[in-house]
C-alpha cells in the first residue's frame, strides 16, 4: 500500500485537495471466535468469522466512514484497529510499526495516540467515578502532566466537548445520555491522539441529540487534525461525516471509495441496496430505485463460498460461487474507488423501470397493496 494519498478535502477547502500520509493500514486482518462443543466440552468445533481478510488504511487528518448490516464485522474491525483484540490473521501497521501481536510494553507508547469512542454512553463510564477522575485517569495512567495541571487540562476538555467545567465532581448518572458521549468524547481526548475510532457514537442518542455529538466530533477534528474511523449503521450521517466510506458485508469489504463517488456511483450490488433503504425527504420522488434484498445475512460460521453476497444476490453467476472477487479498481470507477464484485452495477442510482424487489413476500405484500 502507498504512503502517501491525495484525498477530496472536506467542505470549506480553498484548493479542494490535500496529500496525506497513511497513519494506519491493515492486511488480510482477520477474527475468528472459537467455538467449543462436543466432548470434552474445551475441543473447538468451529469459528465465528467476524472478520476474514480485509485490507484497509487510513490516513492523517481523515475521517473514513465504516457501513453495513448488523454483524457484518464492523464493530470488531475498529477494536482490532485500536488493538482491544488481537486478530488471528493478517497484519496491522501504524505508522510503519507493525503492531499486530505487539505486547503491553510495546502498545504502551501507541494506546495514547489510538483511542476510542464506545457505542452505549450509559456502560462505557465508570459510575462510581466522578466526571472529572474518568477523563483525567488516562493521563494518570500514561503520565502526562499538561502545562496548568490534570485538573484544568479536564476543566478545558468539558468546556471544548460543550459541557460545564464545574461538572468536574459530578457523576456519570447526573448527565443525559447526550452529555455521557460528550464525557466519552472528553476522554478519548485527553491524551491528544493521532486516531479516534467511533464506534456507532450516535446510535444510542435520541435523534434531537445525534446531529449536536456528530457536529461536535466534526468540530474535534477540524481543529485538532485527528483521524477518524466512524463506524454507523445510518449512512446519512456517514455521509455528513466521512470524506471515504467502506462498505462491509459479512466479513468482508465490498465496496471503497470517496464519499461523492461512492453515494453517486455505486458499483457493488449490496451498496445499491444499502442506499436505496435510505430514507428520503421527498417522498413523491421516483427517481430511486428500492430494493429489498431476498432472506437473511448467511451465518458467519459457515459463510458462502466465492462471493459472500451471492445467495442474495440478483446478478449472481456460476463464478460468483467459485471465485471471490478481489476488491480492485474496475473500469469507470474513479482513482481510489475500489469494488469487489464480477458482474458490477452501472454506475448510477438513477431508476431505470420497476422497482426492484428480490423478496417473494415482500412482493406478494406489496401487490395486494396495489390492488387494494
Not at 479542494?16 to 471466535?33: D, K, P, Q, T
Not at 485517569?137 to 466537548?161: F, Y
Request: net charge negative; aromatic share 6%.
Amino acid at each position: 500500500m502507498s504512503e502517501n494519498v491525495t484525498l477530496p478535502e472536506q467542505q470549506g477547502s480553498s484548493d479542494g485537495v490535500r496529500e496525506r500520509r497513511e497513519l494506519l493500514s491493515v492486511e488480510g486482518m482477520a477474527m475468528h471466535f472459537p467455538i467449543y462443543g462436543g466432548f470434552p466440552f474445551k475441543r473447538q468445533v468451529g469459528a465465528v468469522k467476524a472478520v476474514d481478510g480485509i485490507d484497509l488504511s487510513v490516513y492523517e487528518g481523515e475521517s473514513l466512514g465504516l457501513v453495513g448490516e448488523s454483524g457484518c464485522g464492523k464493530s470488531t474491525t475498529g477494536r482490532m484497529m485500536t488493538r482491544l483484540l488481537e486478530p488471528t490473521g493478517g497484519k496491522i501497521t501504524y505508522r510503519g510499526q507493525d503492531i499486530t501481536h505487539a505486547g503491553r510494553r510495546q502498545l504502551a507508547p501507541i494506546r495514547s495516540e489510538i483511542q476510542m469512542i464506545f457505542q452505549d454512553p450509559y456502560s462505557s463510564l465508570n459510575p462510581r467515578q466522578t466526571v472529572g477522575t474518568i477523563i483525567k485517569s488516562p493521563m494518570e495512567v500514561n503520565g502526562v502532566n499538561p502545562s496548568g495541571g490534570r485538573e484544568n487540562r479536564v476543566r478545558e476538555l468539558l468546556e471544548l466537548v460543550g459541557l460545564n467545567p464545574e461538572h468536574y465532581n459530578r457523576f456519570p448518572h447526573e448527565f443525559s445520555g447526550g452529555q455521557r458521549q460528550r464525557i466519552g468524547v472528553a476522554r478519548a481526548l485527553a491524551l491528544q491522539p493521532k486516531l479516534i475510532v467511533a464506534d456507532e457514537p450516535v446510535s444510542a442518542l435520541d435523534v434531537s441529540i445525534q446531529a449536536q455529538v456528530v457536529n461536535l466530533l466534526q468540530k474535534v477534528q477540524r481543529e485538532m487534525g485527528i483521524a477518524f474511523v466512524f463506524i454507523a449503521h445510518d449512512l446519512a450521517i456517514v455521509r455528513h461525516f466521512s470524506e471515504r466510506v467502506a462498505v462491509m458485508y459479512l466479513g468482508k469489504v465490498v465496496e471503497v471509495a470517496d464519499r461523492d463517488s461512492l453515494y453517486n456511483r455505486p458499483r457493488h450490488p449490496y451498496t445499491h441496496a444499502l442506499l436505496s433503504a435510505v430514507p428520503e425527504a421527498d417522498v413523491d420522488s421516483a427517481s430511486k430505485e428500492r430494493i429489498r434484498l431476498e432472506g437473511d445475512v448467511p451465518s458467519p460460521v459457515n459463510p458462502p463460498s466465492g462471493c459472500r453476497f451471492r445467495t442474495r444476490c440478483w446478478k449472481a453467476q456460476d463464478k460468483c460461487a467459485t471465485d471471490e472477487p478481489p476488491l480492485v479498481q474496475i473500469s469507470g470507477n474513479r482513482e481510489g474507488h475500489l469494488t469487489a464484485c464480477h458482474f458490477p452495477e452501472d454506475p448510477t442510482t438513477e431508476k431505470t423501470g420497476a422497482d426492484i424487489v428480490l423478496d417473494p413476500a415482500l412482493a406478494q405484500l406489496e401487490k395486494t397493496a396495489d390492488t387494494e
